[in-house]
Structures are given as structure tokens and as C-alpha cells.
């Protein structure tokens, strides 16, 4: 698979676009919309927002479908009962080919509808509470250090997606599930494979079917020998009472990796950035580290890595700001574009660690709203904490234009940054 590297821009955001947008009767335009700067939406979704709020768009299937941009339109529209998330919809908007045939085949819940979808939800929910996840602070933070140790120890210059935040992010989700974090690239390379648009359905199917084969050993083992981890309490609590078949298990257990893993290392990564970018921002989190929850929600507003993760399509006729969608079309809620929404953010380009009533839309909403966002806070309170205190001469390493952007995957986020200290 190749990723296209784009050289990333200056960290300044782009001013909002003040040119007219066409009107409805006018050609779709393409989606997606690539960013100019890493810390903003692309600035059409200010004229989208203004001229055009919910738009007509033609995806790189050469499907169409509709893009909704404002705050109140995309809470809406995820709360709405009328619209679907079943990936075997005909106009389901998948960005990429790979995506929609692979989904259809192996329904991770995400993409289906209840009763279905709240049957798998409500078997991850009890793992996922705020006391639980609260009381995974110090395997998270041990996981943190032992990181930290290690690449400090090694030396740099180091990639830090990789040595860091992909480190991160998938210690921490094979620790809850009691997958040994031998192979961390494996589960990198998996979501690249399967969250890219650029897949084909063979490619994403193969790499699900190699996360499979490891997860379904994990799972025999279990059976015979249930320990202290997700893996076990699943397949005692559901696998073996008969409640769910192994393909079920297997793929629910598959989303989860995928849908943690990328966003929270992206996440890592480009917070770390907009830090090494805004020294006044980290001078202010080393001052005064209580801050950072708050710093962490407005990271996750900012960079809103998941924009165009939550696909839909309508089950009926849906209208929003004064426009209808038809029934059977395809429609994708902009995070990122509700999240710079000045109706609702005051100023919504400036990262504000003081922002009240921040009610961003980072982890989705309605009914598949993020099931791992308490363990996501978490993770990236930790990471962030961590490094500040430990790496505090964290610097990139060359030129920081040359900092490269993953623009062809379900998450926005960094290819690679390289640094040093
Ligand atoms: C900063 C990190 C994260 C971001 C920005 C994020 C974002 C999202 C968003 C936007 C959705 C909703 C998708 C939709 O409406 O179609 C979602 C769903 C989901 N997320 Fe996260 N997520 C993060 C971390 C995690 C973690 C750590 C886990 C688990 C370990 C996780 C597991 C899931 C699952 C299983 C779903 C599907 C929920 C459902 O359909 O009911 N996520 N996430």
C-alpha cells in the first residue's frame, strides 16, 4: 500500500475561505477535502458552513453523498433514528472501495444498525466505564515510562509516531485485551492497511485476516485458561454461553483495535506537534499541569483526527438547515467542521485550555458515540503529562516543513515526525 506524503504547511491556520460556494444546482465537489494546515479543517468547511451546510459531494468511489458542516446539523444528525449506519447499504459513503466490500463482509458493529449494534456495544460497555478506566491510570502510566525508558535509553533521533505515540496507543490496547506487545508495527500496519482509501477489498481483508489468525489463538487459549483481560472476559461472559459466534468475537474485537489505536496515535502525535509548534501553550501546561484534561478536550476539538469516520446513510427523507436529504443517499457528519463551528466556539481556531462548556463532537455522537473515549482521555493525559516532564528538550529534528501528513486514511495524522532531545 502507499501512503502519498504531503509536506505539511506552516502551523498558522488558514483564513476562514470568503469566496461565494456554489449553490445547489452546481457540480459536487470532491471529497475529501485534503487540510492546508495539520491543526484546522480544510478552510472550505468555513465556506460550507456559510454558503452551503449541507453539500452535495462526490467521494473517491465516484459515489455521491452529502457532507454536513455545522455543530448543530451534525449533532442532529447522529441523534436522529432515521439515519443508518449499516455498511451494506448501497450508498453507504465509504471513502474507499476496500472499505465498503471488506465491511460488508466482516460487519464490525460501527457500521451496523441496533438491534445488532447495541448488542456488541453493550459487551464492550462495562470494560469501558469511567471507574474502570479510571483505575487503569498506573498500567498506563508504568506502560508510559517503560516507553519513555526505551527511546530515551536508545537515543535519538527518533520517529516519533512510531516510537511514541504508535508505542502508546497500542501497549495500552493490547494490555486490556492480554495481547502480548511483542510485534507493536503488526497492529500499526494492519489499520494502515485497513483504514486506508487506497485498499482494495483483497488487501483489507488480508490484513484483517492476519489480526484474526492472532486474536483467534489468543481466544483458544483463553477458553482453556481465562486470565485477567478482555479477551477472557469475553469469550466467558459471551463466547462460550453461546451469545455470540467467534466470527462476532473476532470482529468485534478487530474494530476495537483498529478504531483505539489509530486515533489515539495520531492524537499523540499531532498534539505533540502543535506543542513543539506553540511553546507558549507548553509553557503554560508545565506551569500549571492540572490543566491538562481541559488541554487534552481542546486538543481533541482542535485536531479533530476522526472527522469523516462517522458514514450514514439516510433511511428516509432527513432535513437540515432548510435542505433534504433523500432517502438511500449517503451523508457524512463533519466532526472537525462542527468543532470550528463559531455558532458554537468562540474563536474556534485558538487552542484555549480555559474554554468552558466544551461540548466538542471529537468522539462522535448519538448512538455510536466513541465507546473508548474515557480510555482515550486517559491515554493521552498520561502521554502528554509523561513527556513534558520527562523529554522536557523535546525538539523535531530537520526541517519542520518537511514533517510529513497522512491525508489517505480514516484518521488524520502524522506519517512521521522525526525528533530529538
Ligand atoms: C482520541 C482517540 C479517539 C477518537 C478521536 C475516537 C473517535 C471515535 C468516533 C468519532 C467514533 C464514532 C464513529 C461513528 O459515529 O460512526 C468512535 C467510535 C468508536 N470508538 Fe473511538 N475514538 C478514539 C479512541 C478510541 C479508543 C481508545 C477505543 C477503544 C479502545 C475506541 C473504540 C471505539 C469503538 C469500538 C467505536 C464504535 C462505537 C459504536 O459504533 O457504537 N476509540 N470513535
Redesign the pocket.
Known amino acids: 500500500m502507499t501512503s502519498p506524503e504531503t509536506p505539511m504547511a506552516s502551523s498558522t491556520p488558514t483564513e476562514p475561505a470568503t469566496d461565494a460556494v456554489p449553490n445547489f444546482a452546481a457540480p459536487p465537489r470532491d471529497f475529501p477535502i485534503q487540510r492546508g494546515c495539520p491543526f484546522a479543517p480544510p478552510a472550505e468547511y468555513d465556506a460550507l458552513r456559510n454558503h452551503d451546510p449541507v453539500a452535495r459531494v462526490t467521494l473517491p468511489t465516484k459515489k455521491e453523498a452529502w457532507v454536513v458542516a455545522r455543530y448543530d446539523d451534525v449533532r442532529e444528525l447522529?441523534s436522529d433514528p432515521r439515519v443508518s449506519?449499516d455498511i451494506r447499504r448501497p450508498n453507504f459513503p465509504a471513502l474507499g472501495e476496500g472499505e465498503q466490500e471488506a465491511g460488508a463482509r466482516f460487519r464490525p458493529?460501527?457500521r451496523t444498525d441496533a438491534p445488532e449494534?447495541t448488542k456488541y456495544?453493550r459487551m464492550?460497555l462495562p470494560v469501558?466505564t469511567v471507574r474502570r478506566v479510571r483505575a487503569m491510570r498506573p498500567a498506563v502510566q508504568a506502560r508510559v515510562d517503560e516507553i519513555v525508558d526505551g527511546m530515551l535509553a536508545a537515543g535519538g533521533p527518533v520517529d516519533f509516531v512510531s516510537a511514541y505515540a504508535n508505542a502508546v496507543s497500542t501497549s495500552v490496547?493490547c494490555e486490556?485485551l492480554g495481547i502480548p506487545r511483542d510485534n507493536l508495527e503488526f497492529f500499526r500496519d494492519v489499520t494502515r492497511i485497513s483504514g486506508s482509501r487506497h485498499s482494495t477489498a483483497e488487501q483489507v481483508a488480508e490484513a484483517l485476516g492476519g489480526l484474526f489468525g492472532l486474536l483467534g489463538e489468543l481466544i483458544a487459549e483463553r477458553r482453556e485458561e481465562p486470565r485477567d483481560d478482555l479477551i477472557s472476559q469475553l469469550v466467558t461472559d459471551h463466547l462460550v454461553p453461546g451469545n455470540v459466534t467467534m466470527e462476532q468475537l473476532l470482529s468485534t474485537l478487530g474494530?476495537?483495535i483498529n478504531?483505539?489505536r489509530e486515533?489515539?496515535t495520531s492524537?499523540i502525535a499531532l498534539s505533540t506537534l502543535l506543542l513543539l509548534d506553540k511553546p507558549e501553550l507548553l509553557a503554560e501546561l508545565r506551569s500549571d499541569p492540572s490543566l491538562m484534561p481541559a488541554a487534552v478536550d481542546e486538543f481533541?476539538r482542535v485536531l479533530s483526527?476522526?472527522d469523516s469516520?462517522?458514514?450514514r446513510v439516510a433511511a428516509e427523507d432527513i432535513e437540515l438547515s432548510g435542505r433534504t436529504i433523500p432517502a438511500d443517499d449517503g451523508v457524512i457528519a463533519l466532526?472537525a467542521g462542527a468543532n470550528h463551528d463559531p455558532e458554537q466556539f468562540d474563536d474556534p481556531q485558538r487552542v484555549d485550555f480555559h474554554r468552558t462548556d466544551n461540548h466538542h463532537v471529537?468522539?462522535?455522537y448519538?448512538?455510536?458515540?466513541?465507546?473508548?473515549?474515557h480510555?482515550?482521555r486517559l491515554?493521552?493525559e498520561v502521554a502528554l503529562e509523561t513527556l513534558i516532564r520527562r523529554v522536557p528538550t523535546l525538539r523535531i529534528e530537520g526541517e519542520r516543513d518537511e514533517v510529513a501528513v497522512k491525508h489517505d486514511s480514516a484518521t488524520f495524522g502524522l506519517e512521521e515526525l522525526m525528533v530529538t532531545w
Open positions: 447522529l449506519a458493529f460501527i449494534h456495544r464492550l469501558f490496547i486490556l474494530i476495537t478504531a483505539g486515533t489515539t492524537m481533541l483526527v476522526a469516520i462517522p458514514l466532526l471529537a468522539f462522535g448519538g448512538v455510536h458515540q466513541c465507546v473508548g473515549q480510555l482515550a491515554e493521552l
